[in-house]
């Protein structure tokens, strides 16, 4: 039988172990982005006051310094439920559903993974039930709400009116050329999608908090918090395996495309030959996709630069040799973040040198090829008021030389 000094040094050992086996490996493992460094821990809690982590005791970093939070272990699929349809509302959110129930004013859609969002219906701007094509009908509508009902030969019909009431029998609708008429009824079977005119709703203020799930949808909120395996927001909640990522910068982050342009140059290597789109574009590729990054794959390392992996961004902008684009900064401007690196398409023949200055200044410098991962840029801004990029012509001249820079931002 162990002593006393051994019984409490097994059960301080045995704490310990359930201290770390526990809480620790079952809270999820993120990313944090802050005004300062990057930190990565497993998230115990979030709310108003900031972000607490599991590690050291639970540190804890302030609401105020926290920009974004990623779910860095990427969940099985939460659902293998088809979607029933789509919905935007007023602030931006837009979300597939897989269920929907009335009750009054408000909507209830429930998200695959088991995530679930309250509506009132003011603030629903489109729903769409059929096709693309329904919405896109619906959309073409003029200063009314429009009903895209299904027509018999399996078409779509759009009707301009009024959206009486949502039940869930369907939608009372007033048509608008019937001055007087009683309103129509239209099952949902019948319906294909319905847009409702609210030029006066919309709100064009940034939310503080904008959640991506890991389906693809966005619900931007006035707060959050998470706890316990579990993501709540004012008009409903959502398990940590259905949510992505946490934008908490709400204004502080401004993207490089939505920076004022000052002035560009772009020199073609045969001056004969057309600069395409003035050796910049902003969103996308100068090959006209998506822009992109080549990375070495995590399952084989050692494979690099033959076995690769792509990674797709929504924002940025992309040059080519030699190009330069000059940008000013918002006042208020403390750090530029980024990655940049040779287009995927372009990469395995192509080879640039890249600088990024600041009022003259060079913050960063080098080379990019196809041998080398994208260069991670995280480069102080204060006091500065003007952003350069610039793409020089690398080994093989203007062989190849789109750069991306993916993700590039100013953090305020």
Same mark, same amino acid.
């Given at each position: 039988?162990?002593?006393?000094?051994?019984?409490?040094?097994?059960?301080?050992? @045995?704490?310990?172990?359930?201290?770390?086996?526990?809480?620790?490996?079952?809270?999820?493992?993120?990313?944090? %982005?802050?005004?300062?460094?990057?930190? *990565?821990?497993? @998230?115990?809690?979030?709310?108003?006051?900031?972000?607490?982590?599991?590690?050291?005791?639970?540190?804890?970093?302030?609401?105020?310094?926290?920009? =974004?939070?990623?779910?860095?272990?990427?969940?099985?699929?939460?659902?293998?439920?088809?979607?029933?349809? %789509?919905?935007?509302?007023?602030?931006?959110?837009?979300?597939?559903?897989?269920?929907?129930?009335?009750?009054?004013?408000? &909507?209830?859609?429930?998200?695959? !993974?088991?995530?679930?969002?309250?509506?009132?219906?003011?603030?629903?701007?489109?729903?769409?039930?059929?096709?693309?094509?329904?919405?896109?009908?619906?959309?073409? !509508?003029?200063?009314?709400?429009?009903?895209?009902? =299904?027509?018999?030969?399996?078409?779509?019909?759009?009707?301009?009116?009024?959206?009486?009431?949502?039940?869930?029998?369907? &939608?009372?609708?007033?048509?608008?050329?019937?001055?007087?008429?009683?309103?129509?009824?239209?099952?949902?079977?019948?319906?294909?999608?319905?847009?409702? /005119?609210?030029?006066?709703?919309?709100?064009?203020?940034?939310?503080?908090?904008?959640?991506?799930?890991?389906?693809?949808?966005?619900?931007?909120?006035?707060?959050?918090?998470?706890?316990?395996? *579990?993501?709540?927001?004012?008009?409903?909640?959502?398990?940590?395996?259905?949510?992505?990522?946490?934008?908490?910068?709400?204004?502080?982050?401004?993207? &490089?495309?939505?920076? =004022?342009?000052?002035?560009?140059?772009? &020199?073609?290597?045969?001056?004969?030959?057309?600069?395409?789109?003035?050796?910049?574009?902003?969103?996308?590729?100068?090959?006209?996709?998506?822009?992109?990054?080549? /990375?070495?794959?995590?399952?084989?390392?050692?494979?690099?630069?033959?076995?690769?992996?792509?990674?797709?961004?929504?924002?940025?902008?992309?040059?080519?040799?030699?190009?330069?684009?000059?940008?000013?900064?918002?006042?208020?401007?403390?750090?530029?973040?980024?990655?940049?690196?040779?287009?995927?398409?372009?990469?395995?023949?192509?080879?640039?040198?890249?600088?990024?200055?600041?009022?003259?200044?060079?913050?960063?410098?080098?080379?990019?090829?196809?041998?080398?991962?994208?260069?991670?840029?995280?480069?102080?801004?204060?006091?500065? =008021?003007?952003?350069?990029?610039?793409?020089?012509?690398?080994?093989?001249?203007?062989?190849?030389?789109?750069?991306?820079?993916?993700?590039?931002?100013?953090?305020?």
């Amino acid at each position: 039988m162990p002593t006393p000094t051994r019984r409490h040094a097994a059960l301080v050992w @045995l704490c310990a172990i359930a201290a770390v086996m526990g809480p620790a490996s079952a809270a999820p493992l993120v990313t944090i %982005e802050t005004t300062g460094d990057e930190v *990565m821990g497993r @998230l115990e809690s979030l709310d108003a006051r900031g972000v607490r982590l599991a590690e050291n005791g639970g540190s804890q970093l302030a609401s105020r310094d926290v920009l =974004k939070v990623v779910f860095e272990e990427t969940p099985q699929s939460p659902s293998s439920e088809a979607a029933v349809g %789509e919905v935007e509302l007023v602030d931006g959110s837009r979300f597939a559903y897989v269920g929907v129930e009335f009750d009054g004013e408000t &909507v209830r859609f429930s998200l695959r !993974g088991e995530a679930r969002i309250d509506a009132p219906v003011a603030s629903i701007a489109s729903w769409r039930l059929g096709g693309s094509d329904a919405l896109e009908l619906a959309n073409n !509508g003029g200063a009314s709400d429009v009903l895209v009902v =299904k027509r018999r030969d399996g078409g779509y019909a759009p009707v301009e009116g009024v959206v009486i009431e949502l039940s869930r029998e369907g &939608v009372r609708f007033a048509l608008e050329a019937d001055d007087g008429a009683e309103p129509v009824h239209a099952a949902w079977s019948r319906i294909g999608a319905i847009r409702f /005119y609210r030029a006066n709703d919309r709100q064009e203020r940034e939310r503080p908090v904008i959640v991506i799930l890991t389906d693809g949808g966005l619900i931007a909120a006035e707060e959050v918090a998470y706890r316990d395996g *579990m993501l709540r927001l004012p008009q409903g909640s959502a398990p940590v395996e259905a949510v992505a990522s946490i934008d908490l910068s709400g204004g502080r982050v401004v993207s &490089v495309d939505e920076l =004022k342009v000052l002035g560009d140059e772009f &020199v073609a290597y045969f001056q004969e030959d057309a600069a395409p789109t003035k050796g910049y574009t902003f969103n996308r590729s100068l090959l006209g996709g998506p822009l992109a990054l080549r /990375y070495p794959d995590r399952r084989a390392p050692g494979a690099w630069p033959g076995l690769s992996v792509e990674r797709q961004f929504g924002r940025g902008v992309a040059l080519r040799s030699r190009g330069e684009l000059r940008l000013e900064l918002p006042s208020s401007a403390q750090r530029l973040r980024g990655v940049v690196g040779l287009d995927p398409d372009a990469a395995l023949a192509g080879s640039a040198e890249v600088r990024i200055v600041a009022d003259g200044k060079t913050l960063w410098s080098g080379a990019v090829d196809g041998r080398s991962a994208p260069a991670v840029i995280d480069q102080p801004l204060v006091t500065a =008021k003007t952003l350069t990029l610039q793409v020089d012509y690398g080994d093989n001249l203007d062989a190849g030389d789109f750069v991306n820079f993916c993700d590039l931002r100013v953090i305020r």
